[in-house]
């Protein structure tokens, strides 16, 4: 699913405008219609199998791409925007994770929102040198090689998003399956441990507005409990195209202590590990690849 392009903008130089975008526009007294994240690509690379499906496209052109696009994002109110509500909360993050970004190097969408964590980092008081992590099941030799010579670090070990945060992370997990962010808040459902994360996904508020609470008490309960105590900023999009940015939050606990506000003891109690039904699955799980790569052999 795709929203058509508006050629009239006029583009900064080396930025390839496909279909991936829609140029925003509001009304007064009308509210924006929200977009589903798109799909970002296909499943065959999860098993390691790269697919080139333009032909020259290569490890500089992709960077050329990026840089134009951080170049773009730089230049616009929407950042500026984000830096001013993010910069108080992440001046004291260690460690920087990136989660189901996709295939850059493919999609226009998914190289916005690299090329938005790069500025970010860049632009925040952070260690020097800090390289983010990345992970996605659907990275192919591009994207790998584009990350490594840019100097950040890829991951290769497909957790399904249970990391455990031992000390002040950021995660971003653009657009990502609400699964997998309830696997993180999970891993760290600790009262010490919760307070090192800070995320910025999608709004928790509204997967618990648009969603029917039974189904989240099923397959998303983590993300349930913590929108009742996580502090919620909307990073409102404001950017020219609305397919890139929309129904994103940043997430982070204050304190686990705060005096009227303390969090009740029994938000830290029944903390199974989450389990999906197989029909209810949007991650791509280890199990799925391991599945893929037996009955490819």
């Known amino acids: ?17 496909t279909d991936d975008f829609k140029l925003v526009v509001t009304k007064k007294g009308q509210h924006r219609r929200k977009t589903r994240a798109p ?50 909360i992440l001046s004291n993050v260690q460690q920087i994770v990136c989660l189901g970004l996709g295939k850059f190097s493919e999609c ?83 009262p010490q441990q919760i307070a090192n994360l800070v995320l910025i996904c999608n709004s928790f508020a509204s997967v618990v507005n648009n969603h029917p609470h039974r189904l989240l008490s099923r397959n998303a309960g983590y993300i349930l409990r913590a929108a009742d105590v996580f502090k919620e900023f909307p990073l409102r999009n404001t950017f020219r ?25 029994t938000l830290w109690e029944n903390c199974e590990e989450p389990t999906y039904e197989e029909d209810d699955l949007e991650l791509v799980s280890q199990q799925l690849i391991e599945r893929l790569v037996v009955n490819l052999n």
């Open 241 to 265: 195209f609305s397919d890139i940015f929309n129904d994103t939050s940043l997430h982070y606990l204050g304190s686990v202590s705060t005096g009227k506000e303390e969090v009740p003891a």
């Open 39 to 88: 799909l970002k690509k296909p499943l065959h690379s999860a098993i390691g199998e790269e697919i080139d499906a333009k032909p020259g496209l290569c490890r500089d052109t992709v960077i050329s791409q990026l840089h134009a696009a951080e170049t773009d994002l730089l230049q616009s109110v929407y950042f500026a925007e984000c830096l001013e509500i993010a910069e108080p």
């Open 1 to 17: 699913m795709r929203a058509s392009s508006n050629k009239s903008a006029k583009e900064p130089p080396g930025v390839e405008i």
């Open 108 to 190: 226009s969408i998914a190289r916005y929102q690299l090329a938005f964590l790069r500025c970010l980092r860049d632009k925040l008081p952070l260690p020097a040198g800090l390289a983010a992590q990345f992970f996605d099941p659907l990275f192919g030799r591009t994207e790998v090689e584009v990350l490594q010579t840019l100097g950040e670090t890829v991951l290769t070990e497909n957790v399904e998003g249970k990391y455990r945060a031992d000390c002040r992370t950021l995660f971003y997990l653009p657009h990502c399956p609400k699964q997998l962010v309830n696997n993180l808040l999970w891993k760290n459902w600790q």
